[in-house]
């Protein structure tokens, strides 16, 4: 509504724009044309300025437009740069338009929003921390992790500010120590925002690499009870929430015998499609190196098949025999929460205790080349590879694998849909 100190005063009692904006959620259609016959007249009056943005904004959403949308965006915007807007009105819409823009994904563009924010409201850290998100969400880490120390060196305690800042330091600086301590004291806070599993994950991995285990156990037993994870060893976080969960799979009860056996009986071929692309190569072998810092120390590296439920052409040109026997394995090359690839080991290579994405794959390793002194620990129970054998675990569990051998290890891994999910779980879960 126009500020009371409005030079210009209402042209129409304020219950004419209630009864408009009640309009809105019914009918936006009718509001809108209505406020565009009165803005004729009236083409600066904010209270209309106001119900044209809700009104498209409402519209946009009933009949899923994008272009009305952009309208809302467009008159959002236009609104926020009103000399005359209250502060009220200034943070319902500035907000609405960042909520919006992050719909569309337009982070990038939600950040000028943010500044205008932080601009008009220098004293309330949320602008501050709400920028820092939406420079996280567009992967501008370093800007992110500066606006933090910011807000810390304006309100040290801030929580969420604590919280995110640890998991920069955690995950993208690699500082265990640190990143431990921020995210401890972030969670501890106990402010919104903070209780999060990807935080509490963070915390406990942290933990565990300094060597930290009744930490790390706590912050997951924290996880469980608070609903965030599925058990203290099963802590994936894009979950359907009825499937049964165990570490460890028996052939059996995957339902997938029949097709894993095929593996098994051309184990000899696909070793040899994996050990020439090896060799072929040499040091630039197609091989790469596992990217996602799961490593204490080794070397570990992959080559993928299939991933997200696609065919690698050109990997799989260069393995036709494994290739096809997954093409005929609907549960493995519809699995477009999971890949098909070989894996191999050094020596002297340790993987740190980790979980999996999801609990809608299980993943079956194929042993081909499988040297004595290498172990994969599934939840709480260890086991070894055996050439021409597929087992299964739901990777979704911790594990922790361990190369102390000396010679190279070779497997191929083939990742395949739960089997209790349905036929439209499976085609319309999001790819991971
Ligand atoms: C994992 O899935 O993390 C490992 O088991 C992979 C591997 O190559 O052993
Ligand atoms: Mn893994």
């Known amino acids: 509504y126009p500020p009371e100190q409005s030079n210009t005063p209402p042209l ?10 009640a309009q809105i959620e019914e009918n936006p259609e009718a509001v809108l044309n209505k406020v565009k016959r009165l803005l004729e007249s009236s083409p600066e009056e904010i209270a209309l300025l106001s119900l044209q943005a809700q ?5 946009a959403e009933k ?15 236009s609104l926020l740069q009103k000399r005359d807007i209250t502060d009220n009105l200034f943070l319902k819409f500035a907000n609405r338009t960042i909520n919006r823009m992050r719909f569309r994904g337009q982070y990038g563009h939600a950040i000028s929003v943010h500044k205008m924010l932080i ?6 850290p949320r602008h501050r921390n709400d920028l820092a998100v939406s420079y996280l969400m567009v992967g501008r880490v370093s800007s992110a992790k500066l606006m933090l120390e910011e807000i810390l060196r304006l309100w040290p305690s801030d929580g969420f500010a604590l919280v995110h800042y640890g998991f920069i330091l955690k995950t993208s600086e690699n500082d265990n120590e640190a990143g431990s301590h921020f995210l401890q004291a972030g969670i501890d806070s106990g402010e919104p925002g903070t209780m999060d599993a990807r935080f509490l994950f963070h915390l406990g991995d942290a933990y565990n690499r300094l060597g930290k285990y009744i930490q790390a156990d706590k912050v997951y037993e ?26 460890w799979w028996s052939l059996q009860q995957t339902t997938y015998e029949k097709q894993f056996r095929k593996f098994e009986e051309h184990w000899k071929e696909i070793r040899n499609e994996a050990v020439a692309i ?19 120390k080794g070397v570990w590296k992959q080559l993928e098949l299939y991933a997200r439920g696609q065919q690698i052409p050109s990997n799989c040109k260069r393995a036709p025999v494994t290739c096809q026997l997954i093409a005929q394995f609907p549960a493995a090359h519809s699995c477009r929460r999971g890949q098909a690839k070989f894996s191999v080991m050094h020596p002297n290579t340790h993987v740190w205790p ?18 004595l002194g290498t172990e994969l620990r599934v939840g709480e129970e260890r086991r070894s590879w055996q050439e021409g054998k597929v087992f299964v675990f739901d990777d979704s569990f911790e594990h922790e694998v361990w190369h102390n051998g000396s010679s190279t290890r070779l497997v191929l891994i083939i990742d395949i849909w739960h089997p209790e999910l349905t036929e439209q779980e499976k085609r319309s879960l999001p790819a991971i």
């Open 12 to 21: 129409r009692a304020k219950t004419d724009y209630d009864a408009m904006e």
């Open 55 to 59: 009104a498209l904004d409402k519209l």
């Open 63 to 77: 009949k899923r437009s994008n272009n009305l949308l952009e309208d809302a965006i467009t008159s959002y915007l």
């Open 119 to 124: 601009n008009r409201f220098p004293k309330d």
């Open 222 to 247: 924290l996880g469980v009870e608070k609903g965030l994870f599925r058990s203290k060893y099963q802590r994936s976080l894009y979950n359907v929430d009825r499937l049964t969960a165990r570490p």
């Open 278 to 296: 090896l060799e072929s190569h040499g040091k630039t072998s197609a091989f790469k190196d596992e990217v996602e810092n799961l490593r204490d």
């Open 354 to 371: 980790h979980c999996g994405p999801t609990n809608c794959r299980l993943r079956a390793h194929l042993g081909l080349i499988v040297p």
